[in-house]
């Protein structure tokens, strides 16, 4: 079965500071990835999708980047803000199944 | 389109009542799903169906839940009878064979 872990669970950063977030999954078998943003008592908002043929998406200052063969995907936050503080969750696509990661909660300190 | 539409959106009930919740997702989509959300277990699937087809029930807790989806622009997630240990937060989502759309959720609690 495929799972999917984000570390950290957790991260602080000061506003105007480029971050990363990581997405790992086991089962590089995989259709595509896709990112989501989650505020709090909110539901799932999409962010980016990534198609197993493709290696990178971007959308404004958002940035994912998918390596199926090291079952890695990466969300990049560049010149982060305070708005962008909420619990962002990655889901691989396989089968006709969603895998979601746990979320990492960001908090961008003004 | 308005998107995912969740019904209701907060429901607080006894233990031992019947719950209803309802989905209404986005027009053309084939595939809808049911999660549960809470903050000890993270996101779950609990039933999918594809073009009103129930997939896999598999995360389905219980013979206490139940899922229809009797056509194309409706589906229920119906609990009987309810117990404090389903309070959560119940996600409704459609998509298609590649990406999907959530719901604002219902926020249940059982006492």
């Known amino acids: 079965k495929q799972e999917v872990t984000q570390i950290p669970a957790a991260l602080s950063v000061p506003e105007g500071e480029n971050l990363v977030l990581n997405c790992s999954f086991t089962d590089s078998a995989i259709y595509n990835l896709q990112w989501f943003r989650q505020d709090p008592g909110k539901g799932l908002t999409s962010l980016l999708l990534i198609q197993s043929s493709q290696r990178e998406q971007t959308s404004g200052r958002l940035n994912a980047s998918l390596d199926k063969s090291s079952g890695r995907s990466t969300l990049y936050i560049a010149a982060s803000q305070p708005g962008d503080s909420a619990t962002y969750l990655c889901a691989a696509r396989g089968g006709n199944q969603f895998y979601f990661g746990t979320g990492t909660s960001l908090t961008v300190i003004p | 389109d308005a998107g995912v539409i969740q019904s209701p959106r907060h429901e607080v009930t006894e233990m031992g009542q019947e719950v209803t919740l309802r989905c209404k997702p986005i027009?053309?989509?084939?595939?809808l799903f049911w999660y549960r959300q809470t903050m000890m277990r993270g996101l779950e699937l609990l039933i999918y169906f594809n073009n009103n087809v129930p997939i896999d029930d598999s995360g389905m807790p219980e013979d206490r839940f139940s899922a229809k989806m009797p056509n194309a622009s409706f589906s229920t997630l119906k609990i009987q009878p309810s117990e404090p240990r389903d309070s959560a937060v119940y996600f409704c989502?459609?998509?298609?064979?590649?990406?999907?759309?959530f719901g604002p959720g219902t926020r249940l609690t059982v006492t």
């Open positions: 027009s053309g989509h084939d595939y």
């Open positions: 989502a459609s998509g298609t064979h590649y990406e999907q759309y």
